[in-house]
């Protein structure tokens, strides 16, 4: 009985870590749509900095929204390579980010965000 609870424990502990509901790497080449992330924090787990990286290419501007302290725009084009925010946070609550194509019409931009 003992060795059951033991794998189950573990089995959950692995789930929980594999979902990373509190981190996303993605790479968007589609851009006739607007594309919503929200990062949750884990109940039990110490946060103490959001990072938001964006690298890559757009042929025009692009929008990228998140609503940490309010709401906060950055406006971006051509080539990228940057790390926008890295600021404190103690896992207040979730955090939307909003990735808008605005003008942009093609291109790849990765998207590294966690809290």
């Not at 990072?51 to 950055?74: E, M």
């Amino acid at each position: 009985m003992k060795k059951t609870i033991n794998i189950l424990v573990h089995c959950a502990f692995a789930l929980m870590i594999s979902c990373n509901k509190d981190k996303i790497n993605m790479t968007i080449l589609d851009f006739s749509k607007t594309e919503e992330i929200i990062l949750e924090p884990y109940k039990f787990k110490p946060y103490a900095m959001f990072k938001l990286r964006v690298k890559g290419y757009s042929n025009d501007t692009i929008r990228i929204n998140y609503n940490l302290y309010g709401n906060s725009n950055f406006f971006l084009c051509g080539k990228v390579d940057t790390l926008l925010v890295s600021t404190d946070y103690y896992g207040e609550g979730p955090v939307k980010l909003i990735l808008d194509p605005y003008k942009a019409t093609k291109g790849s931009i990765k998207i590294d965000a966690d809290l």
